[in-house]
């Protein structure tokens, strides 16, 4: 239903917000991105997953232009990447990013944390600023925090104040590299809620993550890397049915265990 | 002869006159290295040939006395032509001195700051300048603002080497009092205390200045 | 006929012997005061450790010039005649002293709690675990700050040629008197202190690229 909404009037091509063909990219000598193909449809939820070390978290940090890569094209609605510092710089503004260790500024308060972007990059005014980031802080359920510092907060609140500070640009999509794996397990629930909730409402997400709770909740598709390359990659409903790669089936049986 | 009481708290006014001076050229020499610190350890984080040179100068700096820069300055200058008063050598000695450290102390606060943080500024889009100015420049500023307070002690004890360029700090009064009246341990022994007090009173306010900077936004 | 650059640094490294001496009588103050001080700084509690602070402090927040010339002055008014290289050994000795026992405190001080339990729970006495089990820690793990300290002592030594004792700056002054060339001079006088201090910088940045890779130190070569 989401595609119906938001691809009125595009073509197919514009439709896809991120696509991918052909990536290569090497740290030194060694191959962290292996002929890499992945496009991501405007309200898709892709979440990625795999052992540590196999580029996953390398892929979606090209997809906002944190990364270069060597060879293949990768284009951002429309945009391809790394062409044009100018035309990559305003890609990137149609992203929002999700950090594993929430990279908050610890030295200006939540509140500040989300005006920050809005007020130097968008330009808006400070009391627009204001308002807009408290709407958002609402919706990760903390704006009696605002006026705190990053330090002040647990894991969870400042991941969830991370997550509000991304959204506060209006992003068209959503990159989570990692978000639960740096906190304590009693907190991933309060992140996930919020990630879920987002999903509800029909944002784009990219999420490496090996939480298959909520990838079986939200993902309508689950890639699984493994040295660099895509192995696996099918409708969440598939990929923890019967049918998977062996591959991925062995990661799956490794992390549901613990 | 022995140590006389009311010859020493006679001389303390006199001395305690150029209090004003030392803590003058030691807050302006701070500034001064602070400013050169800062060029040196931008130019060397740049690198290429000028930031090798500059890494290089910094070493050079480093293992070298102040008072053999002092004395360099204050004979070398004047060969050339160029003639500056006492004090403006001085402070030039230990801007130049101090800046090796300074740097050292910049380039520690730069690399403290985690890697996240300007990935993170421009995640958000950040231009550099803005990056810069609202994300990397304040937490450098809290990383070296002990180390900078440290080294302003350290710059104000190095005050009393300029009294062998003459220049009036309280070492240089002590020294006009004890060859007037030729005794040498009494205002030696009071300029000696107002120093050791000074250096105590700012090290315990540059240490209460941490401990607040750590509780605030502490991560 | 004028001295060349070289004949001056020459000159000027005559005074290298002093400058070593003082260096070594220096640390022959300096690292039992740094030993004793910075440990009992780390043992103590209460009185006895601002009695410990307070001497610690005497010798490292005072102006080291300051310092060396009312010990010069005031010792043999107060009937101790001591000769001009034990006092300036003794001053620029302690005042670095008083800078490592830092290092030795904090570093003892940064040692996880679990060492010294897990020395306790061996049934080791108090000195055996400060002996073998936190001392060599601590003074591995701060070998780069003594090398510093090292350093500035070299540096400070060029102090003495105030008190009249013929080190490598009182050389430089000596040849300024019979030679009108102050960029020679003083830039050979730069030069000498350069190649006495840098390789110590540099085998103190060995050190430090050494402990921070353990891996290196337990694999061997």
Redesign the interface.
Known sequence: MNHEKSGQGMNTQSDCIVDIQGLNKWFGALHVLNDVDLTVASGARVVVCGPSGSGKSTLIRCI???ESYQRGTLCLAGTTLGLNARET?AA??L???V?Q????????TVLSNCT??LR??AGKSHREAQDIAMAHLEKVRIPEKAGS????LSGGQQQRVAIA??LC?NPRIMLFDEPTSALDPEMIKEVLDVMVALARDGMTMVCVTHEMGFAREVADQVVFMDGGRILDRAPARDFFGASGHPRSRLFLETILKH | MGFDLAFALSSVPTILGAVGTTLCVAFVSCIGAAAIGFFFEMVRRAGGIAGLTVGFVIDFIRSTPVLAWLYFLYFVLPFYGIRLGSMTVGVMGLSLYYSGYLAEVFKAGIDAIPKGQSEAARALSLSRRHAVIYVIAPQMLRNIAAPLGNYFVSILKATPYLAVLAVPEMLGRAFDIASETYRYTEPLVVAGLIFLVLALAISNGVKRLERRLLAVGSR | MPASLFDIWLGILQGLGTTVTVTLYGLMFAVPFALVFGIAQFLTHGVARLLVTSVIEFWRSSAVIILLFVFYYALPVVGITLSAMTVSAMVLGLNAGGYASQAVRAGLQALPSGQREAGAALGLSRAAILVLIELPQALVAMSPTFVNTLIQLVKATALVSLVTLTDMTFRAKEIAQVEYNPVAIYTALLLAFFVVCYPIALAGRWLEARIAAPGSRSHGI
């Open positions: 906002n232009g944190l710089a990137r503004r992203t929002g990013m950090f260790s929430f990279n908050l500024f610890p030295h200006l920050l972007a130097r990059v510092y990053p330090g002040q500070r991304a640009l």
